[in-house]
Each structure stands twice: as structure tokens, then as C-alpha cells.
């Protein structure tokens, strides 16, 4: 799925969801009247969602007019205004939730990556992703990581293989389970271990990268030490801004952080709106 077709997706069930069969209050304003409106950010945050934030309002006036005054992945300043934007005031009011909603959520989610991003500089340690998204906004959120500096895991369970605990269990053993794998062309493979006997059995058995699950600081240096560079290592499991840079100053090649994109606070925008004429 490429950008355009998933922001047109998602506006779509925006949309069905919050207009349903129509607005009944922007109803009351005169159909041909026009406005003109300004965002303006209310916090500091890493700008991110704007094919989403125009989507939703040419969709509804393929005509409307928007002036950007901040880019995507730019840093942002309370009370800055970062867009201007005309058309038919029934269309922009209709639109601004959902269009202030995308444009929130999404520089959220890229304004927190980059704190971790920032947290890690100096060590070799990329910041990604999980699958843990909210349901079907997972290329958008996706898409807001890498806005952010982190970069993306599997964006699905048909793109990489992760085996994990279950996933051993019912194949029989680590050995198995990575034999089975490796023959499934055209995917990475990676294998969840939970202490160092797994982490042994892993790399014995030609891991090449293997997620370290809910290792502590100590436990991942070990895991560094004796990989020795035989596999990536990834840390995985309470990472938090406090403890990120410790953990990637122990050598692992990946850190991936669940709250990316599943414990997300949107940033604080407004839109102001003023009527200029009736056609």
C-alpha cells in the first residue's frame, strides 16, 4: 500500500464514522458561504500528518485552499500557526475534526519517537517500532515513526517471521522452528529468547537476529558480549525515556518500544475559523 491509497483509506472510515449521512449542524450555515481558517499549536511537538490533514478537507472541497506555515518533521512552538486554510465553510467545519484528529495523533506519536531518538544519539542503536497500533491506522502511525527519526519493524504478520514462545512450542524446539522458517523465501527472519540458554540455543542453531525479551541492563551487555556480532540484537520490553539510553549504551543493534505507537498523548491544536463571504 503506497501513501496516497492509505490516507484515502483512512479518511474514508473517518469520515463514515463521524459524518455518517451528514452534518446536520454545518447545515445550518448557508451552502455557499466561505471561510477562512488558521491552526495554531498550543505546544512544542514535531509537526507530522499533513497528507492526512489535506485529505480530509479536499474531499470534501476539492477547491479549498491551504497555506502550510511549519513542514512535516518540523519542531513546532506553542501558540505558532502552522497553516492557513480557505474554502467552503461547510466543508471545513464538516472536516476539522477529523482533519485536527489525524494532524494530533500523528505528531503525537512522531513527537515522542523523536524524544527516544534524541535519547539514543552516539550509540548504535536504531529506535522501532511494534505491531502494537491502533486498529486500522497502522500505516499512518507507521508513517508518523519514521517522521519521528525511528524506523519501521514488520508491518504485519505476512511481511517478516517473529517466532516467539508459542510459536517454539508448537514446532517443537528452537531448532525446528528456525529450520521451518528459513524455508519461507523472501522474508527476515527473527527469533524472541527470553535468557542466555535461549540466546545460546539461538545462535547455535543460525539466528541471525534475535530479539531479547525483557532482558535487564546487565543481562543485555552479556548478550552483547557473547553474540559477539554472530546476529543483530534487539532489546525489547519496558523501555521507557529514563532507562532508553542505558539500554542502547550496551551495544544492542535495535531497541523497540510498544508505546511508540500504543500509549500516545496528541498534541494540543486548535483551529480558528472566521466566515469572509457569501457567494
Known amino acids: 500500500m503506497d501513501l496516497l491509497e492509505a490516507v484515502e483509506q483512512d479518511v474514508c472510515r473517518a469520515f463514515d464514522e463521524d459524518i455518517g449521512g451528514g452534518d446536520v449542524t454545518a447545515s445550518l450555515i448557508p451552502a455557499d458561504a466561505l471561510a477562512h481558517a488558521t491552526v495554531v499549536s498550543r505546544e512544542e511537538a514535531i509537526l507530522c500528518g499533513s497528507p492526512w490533514f489535506e485529505s480530509s478537507f479536499r474531499k470534501l472541497d476539492p477547491a479549498v485552499e491551504i497555506l502550510w506555515h511549519a513542514g512535516e518533521g518540523h519542531e513546532i512552538h506553542p501558540d505558532q500557526t502552522l497553516c492557513t486554510v480557505r474554502g467552503n465553510a461547510r466543508a471545513l467545519l464538516t472536516a476539522e475534526r477529523s482533519a485536527l484528529n489525524f494532524l494530533q495523533l500523528l505528531s503525537g506519536i512522531a513527537t515522542k519517537t523523536r524524544r527516544f531518538v534524541k535519547a ?24 508518523a515513526v519514521r517522521v519521528g527519526g525511528g524506523r519501521n519493524q514488520r508491518m504485519g504478520l505476512y511481511d517478516a517471521i ?21 524455508e519461507v523465501p523472501g522474508v527476515p527472519v527473527q527469533i524472541e529468547v527470553e535468557n542466555m540458554g535461549e540466546l545460546d540455543e539461538a545462535l547455535n542453531a543460525g539466528a541471525k537476529l534475535i530479539l531479547l525479551d525483557n532482558f535487564d541492563v546487565e543481562g543485555l551487555s552479556r548478550a552483547v558480549k557473547y553474540t559477539a556480532g554472530r546476529a543483530l540484537l534487539e532489546a525489547s520490553g519496558g523501555i521507557t525515556l529514563e532507562n532508553v539510553s542505558e539500554i542502547a549504551q550496551t551495544g544492542v543493534d535495535r531497541i523497540s518500544i510498544g508505546s511508540l505507537t500504543k500509549d500516545i498523548e496528541a498534541i494540543d491544536l486548535s483551529m480558528r475559523l472566521q466566515v469572509t463571504s457569501i457567494a
Not at 544519539?121 to 508513517?143: C, H, I, N, S, W
Not at 517473529?162 to 528459513?182: F, P, Q, R, T, Y
Open 120 to 143: 539514543v544519539e552516539g550509540a548504535r542503536a536504531a529506535v522501532m517500532d511494534t505491531r502494537k497500533t491502533l486498529p486500522g491506522l497502522r500505516f499512518a502511525q507507521k508513517y
Open 162 to 182: 517473529l517466532i516467539k514462545e508459542n510459536h517454539i512450542m508448537a514446532c517443537g524446539g528452537v531448532k525446528s522452528a528456525l529450520k521451518a522458517a528459513s
